[in-house]
């Protein structure tokens, strides 16, 4: 009887996935905390320590999708991830980095604005490859992507073409990329991953507009609680928790039988 390939699985789930797994979840328990603290904790201290938390958690995640990438071998994509959460947690250090050595506070836009865009655009190459393909209605994805510009468009219109107005446009476009690639790719079918992509991607949507028009405005700095919040569930969303990918195996071929 020739031999024949039988399913084994793989297990990923491991001491280390659950103590991720934990760390995470109580990453997401600080930013929930923190949003609801957001009333108690002074303006200037709350806007460092959503800051402190969103480095600690991006950079975190950075070497948890490396740590995935060398362990579990799982394909480039969370290479990918690996520079999206380096990238951002960079482009936020240097802006206290700035601060520190006198340079002033960088204002709204700056070279550091265009690192974080990188750091959006990257992580959705990686949904690419992380994410098997899973092909939406081109309807859907050309209406989300419509809703995405209607915004930057609109000031674009009114107010004129400015270095604030295509920072805006180019936040808005990153996100909506972001989207619509998770949306294309299987992440609906990931809750945890869908719902942190969305919580980074508003966020990101927001924070230009903070920036233009609201800046003196001490409430939207919950936002950075939500990025916090964004990290921590996308990781999760990427982390095994039950069993690896499927291989195959041959079972040996049954020894003649006596005539």
């Known amino acids: 009887m020739p031999a024949q390939a039988t399913p084994t699985s793989a297990p990923f789930q491991s001491p280390t996935i659950s103590i991720l797994s934990g760390l995470f979840l109580v990453f997401l328990g600080i930013a929930a905390a923190l949003a609801l603290a957001f009333f108690i904790v002074p303006a200037s201290q709350y806007l460092s320590l959503s800051n402190y938390l969103q480095i600690i958690t991006a950079f975190t995640g950075s070497a948890v999708f490396l740590w995935l990438y ?4 799982r394909g480039t994509g969370l290479l990918y991830a690996t520079g999206a959460f380096a990238l951002w947690g960079v482009a936020d250090i240097a802006w206290y980095a700035a601060v520190l050595l006198g340079v002033g506070t960088i204002t709204f ?7 974080f865009v990188a750091a ?3 992580l959705s190459s990686a949904y690419n490859r992380i994410y098997p393909r899973k092909q939406v209605r081109g309807q859907i994805l050309l209406a989300v992507l419509l809703l995405m510009l209607v915004v930057p468009l609109a000031i674009l219109a009114t107010g004129g073409i400015t270095d604030k107005a295509l920072m805006i ?10 989207i619509i ?3 294309n790719h299987s992440l609906p079918e990931h809750p945890m991953a869908l719902a942190g992509t969305l919580l980074f991607a508003i966020s990101f949507m927001i924070y230009p507009l903070r920036e233009t028009f609201f800046s003196g405005n001490p409430y939207l700095s919950v936002i950075g609680t939500f990025v916090a919040a964004g990290f921590s569930l996308i990781v999760l969303g990427i982390l095994p928790t039950k069993q690896g990918p499927t291989r195959t195996e041959p079972v040996p071929a049954e020894p003649p039988r006596a005539p």
């Not at 836009?109 to 690192?115: A, H, K, N, Q, V």
């Open 109 to 115: 836009p700056s070279l550091i604005d265009m690192g």
């Open 70 to 73: 060398f362990r579990h071998g």
């Open 181 to 183: 690639t998770g949306l």
């Open 120 to 122: 959006i655009l990257l």
């Open 169 to 178: 446009l180019l936040y808005f476009f990153a996100c909506g990329s972001l």
